[in-house]
């Protein structure tokens, strides 16, 4: 079987084919080879139960993964790439075909046949649907997307940013958060963005990554803040996923995914 692993090296995606295969082998001498033919050991692996650096770290955790979960079922839909990142979703599946998890990667690959990074957001309570293959970047989308972007993130001026916003959307922020909620309009989604200063402030630590959907007409981008806590004065860095749906050049659903929800939330709650 590593042989054939071997031979896709001059294939782009190489590595994340070997990375999901090492999720799906359940031996682990046989894993840690197939690790070590794309992992390197200042690679990294993180997601809200784990932090690692290595590959027999990276090993462990997914031996402690089979220990929970020892039928566990994975699979993962069609990949979207740009330039060397790569994202893509995915689910896990129990014996009786029941989803038991799922969620979103984003892979940091060195060009080299190997990963440098790996950074995993779970979503508990989803039902995914296989994408298809990414066919053509939705350049309007994007331009949309990088324009809603600099207008609340950098120029904060949200007459420009309304002009981005369909009638009716609606801003699905994350409940366990104290300005989670679903919000309907953009009047909604403002007062959303006013409560979320009350807690924090932020400086974009990392500039976001771009990928477009054309067949879903759907926009994703990954970008990392830096947040202050105006209750307890401490800082933490919070790589985020937003995924946006748009219609006729607007703006009609965003969803965002914070990397650990639950500590995110604790932090802005936690005081001095």
């Known amino acids: 079987m590593l042989n054939g692993l071997f031979a ?3 294939d782009k995606l190489y590595p994340v084919t070997v990375y999901e295969k090492v999720w799906q082998e359940k031996n682990s001498d046989t894993r840690l080879k197939m690790i070590k033919s794309i992992w390197l050991e200042d690679s990294t692996f993180e997601d809200p ?3 690692i650096k290595g590959t027999v770290a990276f090993n462990n955790v997914i031996n402690e993964f089979y220990k929970k979960n020892p039928d566990a079922v994975l699979t993962s839909g069609a990949k979207i790439v740009k330039d060397n990142y790569v994202t893509w979703e995915w689910k896990i599946l129990d ?11 984003f892979a940091r690959l060195n060009g080299k046949g190997q990963v440098s990074k790996i950074i995993s957001f779970w979503d508990k309570g989803a039902t995914l649907s296989e994408a298809d293959i990414l066919k053509n970047l939705e350049a309007d ?3 949309v997307v990088a324009k809603y972007y600099e207008s609340l993130f950098k120029t904060r001026d949200f007459d420009a940013l309304s002009a981005l ?6 801003y699905n922020q994350a409940t366990g958060l104290p300005y989670g909620g679903t919000y309907i309009g953009f009047s909604e989604w403002t007062k959303m963005f006013t409560k979320s200063t009350e807690f924090f402030d932020l400086q974009i630590e990392k500039e976001p990554v771009y990928f477009s959907d054309a067949s879903k007409n759907e926009v994703i981008i990954y970008f990392t803040i830096s947040c202050k806590s105006k209750k307890s004065g401490k800082t ?3 790589p ?5 749906d748009l219609k006729d050049g607007k703006i009609t659903a965003v969803r965002p995914f914070y990397y650990d929800t639950k500590t995110f939330a604790e932090f802005l709650k936690s005081k001095k």
């Not at 985020?240 to 946006?244: L, V």
């Open 8 to 10: 896709q090296k001059k």
């Open 236 to 238: 933490m860095s919070v």
């Open 95 to 105: 014996s009786k075909n029941n989803l038991v998890m799922a969620g979103r990667d």
């Open 49 to 51: 139960s784990a932090s």
């Open 240 to 244: 985020i996923s937003e995924h946006f």
């Open 141 to 143: 989308n994007l331009k």
């Open 165 to 170: 916003i369909a009638d009716g959307a609606v």
